[in-house]
């Protein structure tokens, strides 16, 4: 598997050379994490690099990423494609991509690419576009069925539509995913809407709702305000309420555990209410976000507290650590990790 990996890569950068590429990009990030949960710390040190490829033009245009990951101490180097796509102009008004894609669909909390590993989130598949004064419409399409293969049954076909439409100072996202495997289906459906204040605030709002295999329902209710209070100072406050099993989809950007950011998905009946602010100093960036998990019963009841620091060096590297620590009960989970990102 790994040579055929390195043979198409091979390819690739071939074909990208004999037909001189027009944009290429290569991104480089080291993380140091320490993870530290009721006193027993780890850490490790993770290597990410990813090459991004595309050519063409307004006809017919191609575009890849490919992936190389590398953990001290664990598994040897892997490596991998992250995206191939192709994409084709329908008489100038629609487009049609085939291939694997990196999507986000409004707030991504049901189909968004979460790059917090290398790998993040693709879709394979084909994906019809259309976008006119009326609205940005796609509809994709995946299907694959292999019953009675060596490997064991398998039947999976996904649907997904999403219209996007912006109206002056308010904007909405529909987005609808519906999944059947072998005779068993699954579905979600959430809607964003955000809408610019005169007085330089933006309110956004979302609604997501999910019905697993096993027939298992998922909801949320969130709404949101950010202001900026001037160039260099912002402020966030939110709120969101879950319904009794909460809302998680491995699809979305959201992660189910202390990875990334101190806040996780929610699997629970619960309220979260969250603040936060970023301030710019030059090259400096420093933010800080607080949340605060309760219900109604009081069998759940942490916080957490995520603060950042990044600096940057060029337009394309950057020095960033971060700090998330969650608090419980029963559990106190800080992590720490320091990145370094250079691109070019």
């Not at 102009?89 to 790059?115: K, P, Y």
């Amino acid at each position: 598997m790994k040579k055929n990996l390195q043979l198409a890569l091979a390819l690739m950068l071939g074909l990208a050379t004999t037909v001189s590429a027009q944009d290429w990009s290569v991104n480089s990030n080291t993380r140091v994490n320490n993870h530290d949960v009721d006193g027993v710390t780890s850490m490790d040190t993770e290597q990410f690099t990813r090459m991004n490829v595309a050519f063409g033009g307004d006809a017919v245009s191609v575009n890849a990423s490919f992936n190389a990951d590398y953990n001290f101490g664990g598994d040897a180097a892997t490596f991998g494609v992250h995206t191939a796509t192709a994409t084709t102009n329908i008489m100038s008004f629609a487009s049609v991509t085939a291939g694997r894609m990196a999507l986000n669909f409004g707030s991504g909390r049901i189909i968004g690419s979460n790059d917090w590993n290398n790998d993040g989130n693709t879709w394979d598949g084909m994906m019809f576009g259309i976008n006119n004064d009326f609205a940005d419409i796609h509809v994709g399409y995946a299907s694959a069925n292999m019953e009675g293969a060596v490997e064991g049954d398998f039947d999976n076909t996904q649907m997904v539509f999403n219209v996007s439409k912006d109206m002056g100072d308010m904007g909405f996202n529909l987005l609808y995913v519906s999944t059947d495997a072998s005779g068993s289906e699954s579905t979600a459906m959430g809607l964003d809407g955000t809408y610019a204040m005169a007085n330089g605030a933006d309110v956004s709002f979302g609604y997501y709702t999910a019905e697993g295999f096993d027939g298992t329902e998922m909801g949320l209710m969130s709404i949101g305000v950010d202001y900026g209070v001037n160039d260099d100072l912002s402020v966030s406050a939110g709120y969101d309420m879950y319904d009794e099993n909460g809302f998680f989809l491995a699809s979305g950007n959201i992660r189910n555990d202390f990875a990334g950011t101190g806040m996780r998905a929610i699997t629970d009946e619960c309220d979260v209410m969250s603040f936060g602010g970023s301030y710019v100093m030059g090259d400096f960036t420093l933010g800080a976000t607080m949340y605060n998990v309760t219900n109604e019963a009081e069998t759940i009841d942490y916080s957490v507290t995520d603060l950042s620091l990044g600096y940057n060096f060029s337009e394309n590297s950057s020095l960033s650590v971060h700090m998330s620590n969650g608090q419980s009960d029963n559990e106190d989970n800080t992590r720490m990790w320091l990145g370094v990102h250079v691109g070019f």
